[in-house]
């Protein structure tokens, strides 16, 4: 009676699909399970096939093996992909590093001109400086540091996954 559980444990069955297999009340079954009740002859003959199944361990190692394979170049697929898609996202998000850089020298470069120019006393000099300070407000260590977390981020996934696919 208790083989019954053991059956659905090894299939991973619920007690209302394994009832419906054998064309049963889930209740029927219940009581079989806690030995207060019999089965028809015909789901006694189902359970006797599914013993017979789960006694074929070669067919079953050759079908998870069939079925590890599919797997294995589902993930080897699927790995793939997700490292083409991290590599593009750092290089993204490498060259969005660079232009930061570049545009935060240009205003660093900016600011100096502006405060030369207001050496000079030149109108331009205040919209300028202006201008200047808020490249580098936007273009600063803190979005650059920002930058630099992403890309080390991306890089630290790539590293686990190129981990998993050598496993």
């Given at each position: 009676?208790?083989?019954t559980?053991?059956?659905?444990?090894?299939?991973?069955?619920?007690?209302?699909?394994?009832?419906?297999?054998?064309?049963?009340?889930?209740?029927?079954?219940?009581?079989?399970?806690?030995?207060?009740?019999?089965?028809?002859?015909?789901?006694?003959?189902?359970?006797?096939?599914?013993?017979?199944?789960?006694?074929?361990?070669?067919?079953?190692?050759?079908?998870?093996?069939?079925?590890?394979?599919?797997?294995?170049?589902?993930?080897?697929?699927?790995?793939?992909?997700?490292?083409?898609?991290?590599?593009y996202?750092?290089?993204?998000?490498?060259?969005?590093?660079?232009?930061?850089?570049?545009?935060?020298?240009?205003?660093?470069?900016?600011?100096?001109?502006?405060?030369?120019?207001?050496?000079?006393?030149?109108?331009?000099?205040?919209?300028?400086?202006?201008?200047?300070?808020?490249?580098?407000?936007?273009n600063?260590?803190?979005?650059?540091?920002?930058?630099?977390?992403?890309?080390?981020?991306?890089?630290?996934?790539?590293?686990?996954?190129?981990?998993?696919?050598k496993?």
């Open positions: 009676m208790k083989l559980v053991s059956f659905r444990n090894q299939l991973g069955l619920s007690q209302e699909m394994m009832a419906i297999y054998l064309a049963v009340a889930k209740s029927q079954l219940s009581m079989y399970e806690s030995g207060k009740r019999e089965l028809p002859t015909a789901s006694l003959v189902k359970l006797a096939d599914i013993a017979l199944l789960l006694q074929r361990n070669e067919s079953t190692a050759e079908a998870e093996s069939e079925l590890q394979k599919a797997q294995e170049v589902k993930l080897k697929t699927f790995l793939d992909f997700q490292i083409n898609e991290l590599e996202k750092k290089l993204k998000e490498q060259r969005l590093l660079e232009r930061i850089q570049k545009k935060y020298k240009q205003n660093v470069q900016l600011y100096s001109f502006a405060q030369h120019l207001q050496n000079s006393k030149t109108a331009l000099a205040e919209v300028l400086l202006q201008q200047a300070i808020k490249g580098i407000e936007q600063g260590l803190v979005n650059q540091t920002i930058q630099k977390m992403k890309l080390e981020i991306i890089t630290s996934q790539l590293d686990s996954i190129h981990l998993l696919k496993m």
